[in-house]
């Protein structure tokens, strides 16, 4: 159920001191061959970290041949000296495999603007690799946590290829501004254009629509790296729909862990005339405090989200807009419908349904409410 | 100090029963001439309440004899028959005045998605009107009060003619959305489409950059009357700026009453490339849950910010940012800067300074931050 599920790979997670908790912090993935094609998506953010920088750097030759992730800092926004660290930390990682640093990915998270002690992190270089194993991959998972507070794994088994898989991130960005950081690795054998496009298009519809808090982190990566050693090829279609599979089960996961949080609220646009109509409205909702803590108080507020709607340049005739909460209909024609009293908002898990009327094309954003315990959890943090 | 400041005005405020409080709900207030030319801007929300829509549909012609305002109900939301309530109601006030409704400006702030007791209203127009007075113009602003703390009045001298004015809107979008309301008077003698160019280049610089949780209103409206009764006629610039000066008096008594809010925070963006560069990058820095509760925790997050420009489009090299909170500058070149440790951040007020680097322009968004008293009264409100 991990990154070392899939042939091929090997990993490890252990303390290299960077936490103040003692807790792990360091991991590595090794990818054992006998193919190293790989792919990767990286934040939006314009100011990206040292890391992610690296990997950008990288990953158009499309082989990568080791992941070393730590936590408890995210060397970002440190200048050319941190960009140094990056690189000093993949030559390392390299030379104890014995391929070039031009194949070892870095991922870090944790706080933005300060140095990594680097004699930690050489450290930890050194005892993950000495720690690798077959049966690593949970190790690995556990070492990138941060606010997490369940490591997350997955493996999908597709037609004679699996797809594994771990993530970080606690669905509402944490102090410090936590970072989504997620690993794929797979058997199949696959080139790093197929694995490219797969990848994006997997993303695009599992990662890419999960909005926490509608902040966006400097060092978010997501990786995916294949050993070719099932010997499996599998067809295009079949590899896209396992990676996507991995990527919704990671990031269900992730939204499921959002400390802070008491609802998963699920926003399913409909009937919009484009795609991008339908994530722009959900977007919109997702992010509009007003309906944010509407949820948290357990109230079927109809009215805020259709003034989140209107902020949008989607296709729509606010005289034409329906909601429904819980699938109760409580907004029919952008005016009252059905008794708000019938919305059972008492459960964890919450639906709205916007129905445009504008066209036939849909699309879901998973959100949070928004807390007394979110606001704790990144003001009471001290830096 | 008040709407009934320039010559030519009337006002009143009184309780209609529209609030369960008891409290003031219905104000009016009338132009009585020589002339009556007005302007108005409105909302930018595609849903837009009864009120917006009436009033959008009658300010062509460019003159409002009075506005009839309440608070305890927006009429948002309410299809045809909440926009037929605003017509009646505009037309009982036009009949008592011996105006065609066409000159009467209707504005209300309460619950979304709620008729109004029409009953109440009505009332409310014949004891408004019965107690219209020349110094009314106090008892108007307390009767448009929701969640607002105290009521906001201005008045500006110009040479020779005066502008008044009035507001609600508590800073902070409040329960059931609450709306910004503005109204404003002048004795000046101005042609409606001078007045409207005057309204419109004070309100990009003073309303529309007071944003205090990205969240707009359907019910927005700033409204400019006009007398004539001083016989003056202002060169243009001239009623801009006295225009300008009472839109940025009313603007700062908004977010300085900023309910569940322990911060003003003013972002001053510099050396932008355009205008709208540093407008987009302050809005970006407002809007960021990350960044509004560093503010609430005493936080000195340069990253977080850094973090919330790079979401942007504007021009700017992530590795050429410096910013400053409270003028000491812990960013320079995107890295670390000065120590944190220096900066203040005690007091109410709070200035964030971003320089990009990448023109002339600048721009300023005032804005608050984001607390456990926000979440409170956004959640626990009941409707």
């Known amino acids: 159920m991990t990154v070392t599920g899939p042939a091929g790979f090997r990993a490890a997670g252990v303390t290299a001191g960077l936490k103040a908790s003692g807790k792990p912090d360091v991991a590595l993935v090794v990818n054992d061959g006998p193919r190293y094609d790989a792919a990767a998506v990286f934040t939006s953010n314009r100011v990206r970290a040292a890391p992610v ?68 992190i050489a450290a930890g270089v050194l005892a993950s690799h000495a720690a690798l194993s077959a049966t690593g991959g949970s190790d690995a998972a556990i070492a990138i946590m941060t606010t997490d507070s369940v490591p997350k794994n997955i493996l999908i088994q597709g037609p004679g290829f699996t797809v594994g898989g771990m993530a970080k991130g606690a669905g509402m960005l944490a ?23 797969a990848l994006r298009a997997a993303t695009r519809v599992t990662f890419d629509r ?12 997501v990786l995916l790296l294949a050993s070719g ?122 639906k709205v349904t916007i129905d445009l009327h504008a066209g036939t094309e849909q699309a879901r954003i998973v959100t949070n409410d928004l807390s007394h315990a979110y606001v704790h959890e990144n003001s009471a943090y001290s830096t």
Chains 1, 2 share one sequence.
């Not at 690795?185 to 694995?195: K, M, R, W, Y």
């Not at 999960?210 to 990566?221: E, F, L, Q």
Request: glycine share 12%; hydrophobic share 45%; aromatic share 4%.
């Open 210 to 221: 999960v909005d926490s808090d509608g902040a966006t982190s400097t060092n978010d990566t």
């Open 53 to 120: 920088q690296w990997c950008e750097s990288i990953i158009g030759r499309g082989v990568i041949s080791a992941v070393f992730l730590n936590s408890g800092g995210a060397n970002a926004c440190t200048g050319p000296g941190g960009y140094g660290d990056t690189a000093d930390t993949a030559a390392h990682v390299g030379a104890l495999l014995a391929v070039p640093a031009e194949q070892i990915a870095i991922c870090s998270t944790g706080l933005i603007g300060e140095r990594l002690p680097m004699d930690k």
């Open 229 to 350: 050693a099932s010997g499996v090829r599998p067809p295009q279609p079949v590899l896209q729909a396992v990676v996507t599979k991995a990527c919704a089960g990671l990031a269900h996961q992730l939204i499921a862990d959002a400390e802070g949080a008491t609802k998963e609220i699920s926003i399913q646009v409909v009937h919009a005339a484009t795609e991008d109509d339908a994530v722009e409205v959900g977007r919109a909702v997702a992010r509009n405090n007003l309906v944010k803590t509407a949820f948290f108080g357990g109230d079927a507020n109809w009215g805020r989200i259709l003034a989140a709607v209107g902020t949008t340049r989607a296709a729509f005739d606010p005289h034409q807009i329906d909601v429904a909460i819980n699938d109760v209909w409580i907004c029919r024609g952008g005016s009252v419908g059905d008794d708000r009293a019938g919305v059972d908002m008492s459960g964890r898990e919450a």
């Open 175 to 197: 102090p410090g501004l936590a970072t989504m950081l997620v690993v794929l690795t797979t058997d199949a054998e696959v080139g790093s254009a197929d694995l490219d496009a």
